[in-house]
């Protein structure tokens, strides 16, 4: 028996080996691609790249290439390794991994987005001017040449406005430090993020947990996002896979809290909170629970408005913060343009004007997102398990984005994509790994207009065609035998 173990061993050692060295070849060349591309973002000049509101559009054709073979890198090491990732020393390369990206990129150079520093500076001067954000805009002030749109008043939800004046009371008014501490903030929200998903597809099996996790954590359009440009979108990541933890585990008010705090980082969410109601009178079989459950959620949602808003004079002055404002057409997504081409049509017919086809524009696009909402609410049959409302989640969010957005923000994708791995179907994995790639090409001169379309198209394409190969056996199970797995 001895001797047959020793023989095993030594046939395991040479797979562990090149399990090794094939982790430790990739991971330098990942790591030796963000140090050249933050080396050579230093050296340039800001004004060297086209920065318009809110983002830098790279320009630079070095930035694009590293940008593509980063990606490349990432892809084709998972195709070729994901067996090798559900191994205990696979899963420690990944964090050591993780860990080293994470570092080159927070004391990288910015050189995609502007973002942060609109947080930074609106959050600055809100505490040195003692104002209050959502009724002074900073152009009023006189800073209209240092903050991203200055003659907006605050856009995001309370629980952000003073999530970022505490970390500003941090850091001081030095924007380098800021930066710094926010960028420090959002590595704390993807370490959280990351434990959630791996919790999440845990239910499943320890091997599809630490792949799922692997493929978030090693991803460059989400580091990118969320450490280096410091987004304020892995917090409502964060939010929707709390409410999805809360949900797999049957704890449902809970879970519409997290979606109530997360609505009132970004008012989004509350389209998903619907979801959980509807899921709430799906799944629980006795009546006064339904009940009780749904007075919590209206109390609860009472009570975190009014004290998230009541440093700010209230929920009653802050109203016109919460209206429509589709001003803008740039960067037209597919099915935004599909909406804008119906409705010029029907202009051209009844000879309207531009203000009337900017009316019916403006409300179309919010008619069209209604009708997808009731319909993948009223969807019938037995597909209110777990793993389909992560589907609704992911589409809904997808179709948010896509057609109630002002522009096409390609930042938006951190609070969707991951929710493609929560799935076990070929068609969510290569939408994962198909939106991180175009997440990355969206910084490119090619235009935002033409990678919006290469998204749609590649979305069908793979819908079409059989990727049966490339399945990551990631899907969590019922409802009903979750609890059951847990106890």
Not at 144 to 151: G, M, Q, R
Not at 163 to 170: A, D, F, K, P
Not at 192 to 211: F, G, H, M, Q, T
Not at 455 to 475: A, T
């Amino acid at each position: 028996m001895l001797n047959r173990a020793f023989a095993a061993d030594i046939q395991k050692k040479p797979a562990r080996q090149n399990v090794v060295m094939r982790f430790a070849i990739t991971l330098s060349i990942i790591f030796f691609l963000f140090t050249l591309l933050a080396l050579f973002t230093a050296q340039r000049h800001v004004s060297e790249l086209t920065v318009t509101t809110g983002f830098m559009v790279v320009n630079t054709r070095a930035v694009s290439l590293l940008l593509a073979a980063i990606f490349l890198v990432y892809a084709l090491f998972f195709w070729k390794c994901r067996r090798s990732v559900q191994e205990k020393n696979g899963w420690r390369w990944i964090c050591i991994g993780a860990v080293l990206f994470i570092a080159i990129l927070l004391v990288s150079p910015p050189f995609l987005s502007a973002d942060v520093y609109g947080y930074v500076v609106r959050s600055i001067i809100t505490t040195n001017h003692e104002i209050n954000p959502y009724q002074i805009a900073p152009a009023e002030l006189g800073y209209s040449s240092i903050v991203i749109w200055p003659e907006q008043v605050m856009r995001y939800g309370p629980v952000y406005v003073l999530y970022s004046l505490g970390l500003t009371r941090v850091a001081g008014d030095s924007i380098a430090l800021n930066v710094i501490i926010y960028r420090l903030a959002n590595i704390g929200w993807l370490v959280l993020s990351s434990w959630l998903i791996y919790k999440i597809l845990l239910v499943r099996s320890r091997e599809a947990a630490r792949i799922g996790t692997a493929f978030f954590l090693w991803n460059p359009f989400i580091l990118f996002e969320v450490v280096h440009s410091a987004h304020n979108d892995i917090m409502l990541l964060v939010a929707v896979l709390g409410a999805l933890f809360l949900i797999q585990r049957q704890r449902y008010l809970y879970a519409i809290w997290v979606l109530l705090v997360g609505a009132l980082i970004k008012y989004s969410l509350i389209v998903l909170i619907p979801f959980v109601v509807v899921l709430i009178f799906r799944q629980t079989a006795i009546w006064w629970k339904k009940i009780v459950t749904i007075i919590g959620a209206i109390l609860g949602a009472t009570i975190f408005t009014a004290v998230a808003y009541w440093p700010f004079g209230g929920w009653s002055s802050n109203v016109e913060n919460l209206r429509g404002a589709f001003y803008s057409l740039e960067f037209i997504t597919l099915p935004k343009a599909v909406v804008l081409s119906l409705v010029h049509l029907l202009g051209d017919w009844f000879s309207l004007d531009p203000a009337q086809l900017g009316w019916m524009t403006r409300n179309a696009y919010v008619g069209v997102f209604v009708l997808i909402l009731l319909a993948a609410l009223c969807l019938p049959g037995r597909s209110w398990r777990f793993e389909s409302l992560v589907k609704r989640f992911f589409w809904v969010l997808l179709m948010l984005v896509m057609l109630l957005s002002i522009k096409l923000n390609i930042w938006y994708l951190v609070w969707i994509l991951p929710l493609a791995l929560l799935v076990d179907s070929t068609i969510y994995i290569w939408n994962f790994v198909l939106l991180t790639a175009f997440g990355l090409l969206f910084y490119n001169e090619m235009g935002v207009f033409v990678v919006t379309v290469l998204l749609w198209i590649s979305m069908v394409l793979v819908k079409l065609f059989d990727f049966s190969q490339f399945r990551l056996g990631l899907m969590p199970k019922k409802l009903s035998e979750i609890k059951h797995d847990i106890k």
